[in-house]
């Protein structure tokens, strides 16, 4: 680092140590970087999928076989149990698996069909790399986000340039060394750290993309920087999700699955469950057993706590907002209140009648707090749920399978879960993204492989058609039109 390059401090959010220092890079260290990835993207993409594979695999096989230090340096800058670091870090052990195993078979060349008038072309689809994606990720799980774009990106044939969360440099260095490890031949993948200031010059570098992953807030800005270039954006943001409880659930099953849904990662999880919806016959019973569940719980700092501090300050204040905003307005607290909400950890909170317009219920808490509300039927739990201006995901509890299903359909969301929580995350063939204030674009599955390609048309004419059947030239036939005409008329028009 040259000596007066300007640095920052990551601290552990447990104790406020200083655990890494690191550059803040502005413009001139991020279009460098950029430049590099892209001459190493033209070696990337050429080597193709059979030769990009071995690279990935090898780069999984790092990430299996060092998993234990990462989820130590997760659980250090995060705060985070060291299980729950290592839970996201075989889930994305898997995403990588899946993109490089899959990448050739979604997006290799492959012939389509045509039309009448188009039956003497030969037309096929390619999906090509764009060139080099800026990756600019959140702290909340550095590395599972980050690598729901980096993996489908690099399968998809790109170098990438990743912006890892002022709050978690030290994870986003350690994954990029270890793909520099796997693919020493060229820097296909490029770390710059910093502030905001740095994902913003990344948004002007005339990457080919970006992939955002972060607030709602920070997400305009990016639309807004990446507007200047016409960059393309996906934008995974925030959410407000909902769990809808059923008078037939398994109750017992929803309140675990609520329990460590809200308060896992101290809730600061973009689709953690922040309100649930419960039909009034079992809400009662199912408050209880997640109260209980609650006060079982042992936040702290340890590496086996139920869940560790917060790791943004800035957050807590939030939080403390929002549990005193709910009261106020007639909310009550089951487990804690705003006395719960500490300078860097927040025991758990359990809230029940809260109003539907308090802030608790309208927007993302992004803390351990639930709102718990009754609600007539499963119906009215799928309307609420749809009432907010966030759409990522949602959970449905029941027994009845087909109601599941029709409330499922009904939820204006980009994925739903039945009788778990989240697993749709887990699956790398689904893809992950939400609709409306959370964002849009889409990671995982063939979507998300595609999310970083260039479709590419080609239609090459196999044998010229008969003059008579050819409208596309000046010299057509004077009856052509109108033999085209009835032909159509023949072959559509008869349904
Ligand atoms: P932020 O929006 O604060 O930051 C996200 C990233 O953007 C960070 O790397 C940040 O850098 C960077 N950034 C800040 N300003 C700019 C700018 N002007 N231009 C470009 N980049 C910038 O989000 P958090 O890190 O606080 O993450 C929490 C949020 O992420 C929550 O809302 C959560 O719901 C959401 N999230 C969404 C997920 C999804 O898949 N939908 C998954 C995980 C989280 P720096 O930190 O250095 O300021």
Redesign the pocket.
Known sequence: MPETQQTFDSRSPADGRVVGTFPLMEADAVNEAVDRARIASSWWGDLGFDGRRPYLMRFKSILARRSSELAELVHQENGKPTDDALLEILLSIEHLHWAAKHAERVLKRRKVGTGLLTMNQDARLAYQPLGVIGV??????PVF?PM?SIAYALAAGNAIVY?????TPMVGEWLIKAIQEAIPDQPVAQLVT???????A??NSGVDKIA????????R??LK?CAETLTPVTL????KDAVLVDASADLEKAADAVTFGAYHNAG????GVERVYVHEAVYHEFLDRVAAKTRDLTPGTNRTSSYGPMT?PT?IDVVRRHVLDAMARGGEAVVGGAESVGDRMISPVLLTNVPEDSSAITE?T?GPTIVVNPVRDLDEAVDRSNASSYG?SAAIFSKDRKAMERAASRLRVGAVTMNTWVMNAGVPALP???SGD??FGR?HGEDGLREFTRPKATAREKYALPVALTLTNFQRHPKAADLVRKTFAFVHGRS
């Not at 600061?268 to 689709?271: G, K, N, S």
């Open positions: 600019i990720g959140p702290w909340n799980y986000t729901g912006k890892p969360s002022e709050y910093g502030a905001g200031v740095t994902g913003a990344l948004c955002f992953t972060g607030s709602g807030a920070t997400g800005k990016v920087e995974e943001l925030g959410g600061q999880t973009c689709a943004m957050q993302e992004f990522l992950w993204g939400g959370s964002g990671i």
